[in-house]
């Protein structure tokens, strides 16, 4: 239900742009986000973007990357400039509908890979 997009090998310092569509079976769509998992590691949140817009990153990719969405498509996107080796990983869309009172759905992308060349 959630389909990524715009994963790839990019050269340290470069960018790319991650794009997550939800499909239009899931309504009242709250939170939007990423997070990413590299190899032998948990997965960690990277950014999350509210209803009203707030945003919330992790500490090690603020001022580097930017979350936005698009509620008319239903879309959410992650702008990642000054890509370090670090930053390589598998990146999840993830998006949370509450469509009635107490009750809260998560949904997860397949993952789109990032890897990033020193």
């Known amino acids: 239900q959630l389909v990524e997009s715009g994963g790839g090998l990019v050269q340290a310092g470069g960018s790319l742009r991650l794009s997550c569509v939800a499909s239009g079976s899931i309504f009242s769509i709250t939170t939007m986000g990423w997070y990413r998992q590299a190899p032998g590691k948990q997965r960690e949140l990277v950014a999350t973007?509210?209803?009203?817009?707030?945003?919330n990153y992790a500490d090690s990719v603020k001022g580097r990357f930017t979350i936005s969405r698009d509620n008319a498509k239903n879309t959410v996107y992650l702008q990642m400039n000054s890509l370090k080796p670090e930053d390589a990983a598998v990146y999840y869309c993830?998006?949370?509908?509450?469509?009635?009172?107490?009750?809260?759905?998560?949904?997860w992308g397949q993952g789109t890979q990032v890897t990033v060349s020193s």
């Open positions: 973007i509210t209803s009203g817009g707030s945003t």
């Open positions: 993830n998006i949370q509908s509450a469509p009635s009172r107490g009750t809260v759905y998560d949904y």
